[in-house]
């Protein structure tokens, strides 16, 4: 169990939290030169604990599932909510230290120390979100490795190599090799292609109905995801390129089936 959690990712986390301490601590020197050691520790801990549940509240939540299923007014309203009540909550510690503590009546206006948290708080979520992109790169999976001449290859399978959907009044042909991934939205249904999205229309279900068999997996009540593509699986979820794959309990077995 420990092995699994202390990862090469573990450990590029754990030095940038401890790089965020340091120039934490640095930015705030004219505060601690006025605290007593015991009231430094806490102060620490509270800030960068406050960054840290904003950052994987943003990378673990809010973008799995309002960002990366096109629920965009959602996230930045969730987004500017959490970054708010963050926000809130280091300017009444401030108050605190300032007023009660220190006796500091200058900063302990909530004003006077709103810029500095704002700033701060959206350079350090900035930070966290190119470092994961950063991990998720060097986590995908090597290249395939070329079959053996020696080793029997299977019999060709002859299968089309697109599908036509049907949005609106045209008739759209995508090929099959460029589908990420196909998202259902009640009676329609939408196509992610490296290129940009089509709608289709038809439930998820009726476009499942079109697809050739053995292609594409259901993973998830609202996702289908060609087979092809599944490669790395980590917390249930499918992990693409940028992207993260839901995995309902219902569809759990058959996606194992393919390890």
Not at 145 to 161: F, G
Request: charged share 15%; aromatic share 12%.
């Amino acid at each position: 169990m420990l092995n699994r959690l202390l990862t090469p990712r573990f450990y590029w986390q754990a030095a940038f939290w401890v790089f965020v301490t340091v120039i934490f601590t640095y930015d705030r020197k004219y505060l601690f030169q006025k605290l007593a050691l015991g009231q430094v520790i806490p102060c620490i801990v509270f800030r960068v604990g406050l960054l840290m549940a904003l950052a994987y509240w943003h990378l673990y939540v809010l973008i799995p599932r309002f960002w990366q299923q096109g629920r965009f007014l959602l996230y930045g309203l969730t987004l500017t909510f959490s970054g708010v009540l963050t926000l809130l909550a280091q300017g009444a510690y401030d108050t605190y230290l300032y007023g009660f503590v220190i006796g500091d009546e200058y900063h302990q206006n909530l004003l006077v120390n709103l810029p500095f948290n704002v700033i701060a708080t959206g350079w350090y979520l900035v930070i966290m979100l190119l470092l994961k992109l950063a991990l998720d790169r060097l986590d995908q999976p090597a290249a395939p490795q070329p079959v053996s001449e020696t080793m029997p290859q299977p019999a060709p399978v002859d299968t089309p190599d697109h599908i036509w959907i049907k949005s609106g009044t045209r008739r759209i042909q995508v090929p099959l090799p460029d589908i990420l991934f196909i998202q259902g939205l009640k009676d329609y249904s939408l196509v992610h292609t490296p290129t940009g999205r089509h709608i289709a229309q038809g439930s998820l279900k009726t476009m499942e109905a079109t697809l050739p068999q053995g292609l594409f997996i259901r993973v998830h009540k609202s996702f289908m995801v060609p087979k092809s593509r599944i490669r790395t699986l980590r917390n249930g979820q499918i992990e693409l390129p940028d992207l993260q794959i839901p995995i309902g309990r219902a569809y759990r077995k058959e996606v194992e089936k393919l390890i």
